[in-house]
């Protein structure tokens, strides 16, 4: 796939609806996590997003490639599943028992660096440029920002190093798998979101049974709320993510990552009635002002006159 990308409004919408579907992934993982093991969570998650899209995409003829794959390419999509959901899962689930949530969100904030510089190499048409490069750094520092002297806090724990690193990997697949994302051949967008979910539950499933042994039997208010992550930030995000690495790149899909921590910030105190912290606007701010210096030219064609 080798043409430039495709940034429409119908793009925007879709980063717009991924920030705030993500942000409010935490809210529900926090609710789940007191009913069930991380990685069970994890597997649950990924299980319940692939049994939905499976069906789905069976229902509908089960179209994957539109021309006949290389054993290249279908080794491809087989390292795309596991990088794309089912190791930065584990990662994370591992992760974050070791690191404050503030160092996990920057973590995740840090994929639109990782991007930029593995799409200039690795995609068409997603050229760095010192504009570019200056508007992911400034919305970086705006996401610094807004979670605070929590980035630098220790927590104490003998395995806070290798937990960083963790997370700092989950990251890496993240943005490694939305580079991969754009450059497999023509391909049924729901097809490759279920194919995707599918090798990651068979990956993540084994692996939570070796780790945290058989699955426990959770509540009916826990099987709810793996139900909804399965259904709505796994299944449907993970659709709208490969719709959006596919037509608009990479390098536009990762600004989805500077959103998160700010609607995770504001549906903590709309439903939680968390206290809003006082650099909120300042962070806004600049990651808005990240996000239109990097995007300048996406932003000055859907605004300008046809």
């Known amino acids: 796939m080798d043409q430039s990308p495709d940034i429409t409004p119908k793009s925007w919408i879709m980063i717009v609806v991924l920030g705030l579907t993500w942000g409010g992934t935490f809210l529900a993982i926090e609710l789940a996590l007191v ?60 992760g974050q028992q070791y690191v404050t949530s503030g160092f996990a969100g920057v973590s995740m904030a840090s994929v639109a660096l990782i991007v930029l ?84 539950a068979l990956c993540v499933v084994p692996v939570a049974w070796a780790v945290e042994g058989p699955p426990p039997s959770p509540d009916a208010y826990t099987l709810m709320v793996m139900a909804f992550l399965g259904l709505v930030p796994t299944a449907a995000a993970n659709l709208l993510r490969v719709t959006v690495a596919r037509t608009a790149g990479p390098v536009f899909l990762s600004l989805v990552n500077y959103q998160v921590p700010v609607w995770s910030v504001l549906l903590g105190a709309l439903i939680l009635g968390e206290a809003l912290p006082p650099s909120l606007i300042w962070a806004m701010l600049l990651i808005l002002a990240g996000v239109g210096l990097s995007q300048y030219g996406a932003l000055r064609r859907l605004f300008s006159p046809r």
Do not use: K
């Open 35 to 94: 009913g069930i093991t991380p990685f069970w969570l994890a597997a649950a998650r990924i299980s319940f997003g692939a049994v939905l899209t499976v069906a789905v995409w069976l229902g509908r003829g089960a179209r994957l490639f539109v021309v006949a794959p290389t054993p290249t390419q279908w080794a491809s999509l087989g390292i795309l599943s596991l990088l794309s959901s089912a190791v930065p899962f584990m990662l994370l689930s591992w």
């Open 117 to 200: 510089p593995l799409a200039h190499f690795l995609v068409p048409g997603e050229r760095m440029t010192w504009r570019r490069l200056a508007g992911f750094v400034i919305g970086f520092a705006g996401v610094v920002l807004l979670i605070g002297a929590q980035v630098f806090e220790n927590t104490g724990a003998a395995l806070e190093l290798p937990g960083r690193l963790a997370c700092l990997g989950a990251a890496a697949c993240y943005a490694v798998s939305s580079v991969q994302l754009r450059r497999l051949p023509a391909v049924d967008p729901l097809g490759l979101t279920a194919v995707l979910l599918g090798i990651g």
